[in-house]
C-alpha cells in the first residue's frame, strides 16, 4: 500500500501552476487577501500566535507518527513536548514579523496549553497502519468550459493517511480548536472534499461512490483540554461540486478579480494596514 501512497510524492510545487486547499479558502475569505499574499507576495505586518502554536502542535505529531512508521517506537508525550517547545520557540522569538497573542495570553501560556494537548493526543490516540505522514498529493482538475484539464493542479499534504485491517484508507487530519465541530461544519467542510477528490484521482478510493473517508483527530483547546475524531465521507456530487468551483476561482484569479471583502476575516488579517490605505 505504501507504494502506492508514495508513488505520488515526487511532485515539486513549486515547479508547476497549482492551487491548494489553503489558498482556495484564502480566495473565498478575502480575494484581496489572496491577492496580497499569492500574486503580490507582500511581506506580513502581523502574525496571529495560533499559526506557530498550530505549526508546533503538527510538527510534533508528526514525529510521533513518523517514529511508529519507521521503528514502532511510540514516543513519549514528554518528548513531543521538547519537539513542540523547540518549534514554538524557534518561530516566536525569531519571527520577524509581530507576533499577536489573545488577551491572557503569551509564550509560558501557550506551551503549558501544548504540554497539556500532546499529554491529551498520546493518551488517547489508537493508530491504525500507517501507510503515509505528510503525503504530497497533486492531481488534475477538470476544464468544465475548454474540456481537457485545468493549466493549475490541485495540491497539498494529507497530514496521515491510515488502513485498516482490510486495507481500507482512512486520511487524517490534526486540528487544533476552541470549539467542537459542528453538524453543519462537517457536512459543509470545504478540505474534507478537497482530500476526497485527491484520493479518488490517484485512484485510492474505498467506496462505489470514488469517496475516500476523512477522519478529524480534534485536540480541543478548552479549559479542560480533550481530544474527539469526526468522520467524514464524500458523494461524487459533492466532488463536482469542488470542481466547479475550482473553476469559477481559478478563472477569477486568471481575470485579476480581487476585490476587497470586509468582515470578520479582517480581525487578524496579516495584511490589514496596507488593505485600509490600499485604494
Not at 507576533?99 to 509560558?108: A, C, H, P, R, W
Request: proline residues 3%; hydrophobic residues 40%; negative net charge.
Amino acid at each position: 500500500m505504501s507504494v502506492a501512497i508514495n508513488q505520488h510524492s515526487g511532485k515539486d510545487f513549486g515547479q508547476e501552476p497549482h492551487i491548494s486547499y489553503s489558498q482556495l479558502t484564502n480566495f473565498l475569505i478575502c480575494p484581496q487577501r489572496y491577492r496580497y499574499q499569492y500574486v503580490l507576495e507582500a511581506e506580513w505586518e502581523r502574525k496571529s500566535a495560533a499559526l506557530p502554536f498550530g505549526s508546533a502542535i503538527h510538527r510534533a505529531v508528526e514525529n510521533y507518527y513518523r517514529a511508529l512508521q519507521e521503528s514502532g517506537e511510540v514516543l513519549s508525550a514528554e518528548t513531543l513536548f521538547d519537539i513542540f517547545e523547540k518549534v514554538l520557540e524557534q518561530e516566536v522569538l525569531n519571527s520577524e514579523v509581530e507576533i499577536v497573542f489573545k488577551d491572557g495570553e503569551n509564550l509560558d501560556t501557550l506551551k503549558q496549553q501544548g504540554a497539556e494537548l500532546l499529554k491529551v493526543f498520546t493518551s488517547e490516540i489508537k493508530p491504525q497502519k500507517i501507510v503515509g505522514v505528510e503525503v504530497p498529493f497533486s492531481v488534475k482538475v477538470p476544464d468544465l468550459l475548454n474540456r481537457g484539464f485545468l493549466p493549475v493542479r490541485l495540491v497539498g499534504f494529507f497530514d496521515l493517511v491510515e488502513a485498516d485491517s482490510d486495507g481500507v484508507y482512512v486520511v487524517v487530519e490534526l486540528k487544533t480548536s476552541a470549539m467542537r465541530f459542528s453538524e453543519v461544519k462537517l457536512k459543509h467542510d470545504l478540505q474534507s472534499t478537497v482530500y476526497s477528490y485527491a484520493m479518488a484521482q490517484m485512484g485510492l478510493a474505498t467506496s462505489d461512490n470514488g469517496s475516500t473517508l476523512v477522519r478529524y483527530d480534534v485536540l480541543l483547546k478548552q479549559k479542560q483540554v480533550s481530544f474527539e475524531r469526526y468522520y467524514v465521507s464524500r458523494t461524487l456530487e459533492e466532488h463536482q461540486r469542488l470542481v466547479q468551483l475550482l473553476n469559477q476561482v481559478v478563472k477569477a484569479v486568471d481575470l485579476g478579480v480581487f476585490y476587497r471583502l470586509n468582515g470578520w476575516q479582517c480581525g487578524e488579517c496579516q495584511f490589514l494596514r496596507r488593505c485600509m490605505s490600499d485604494f
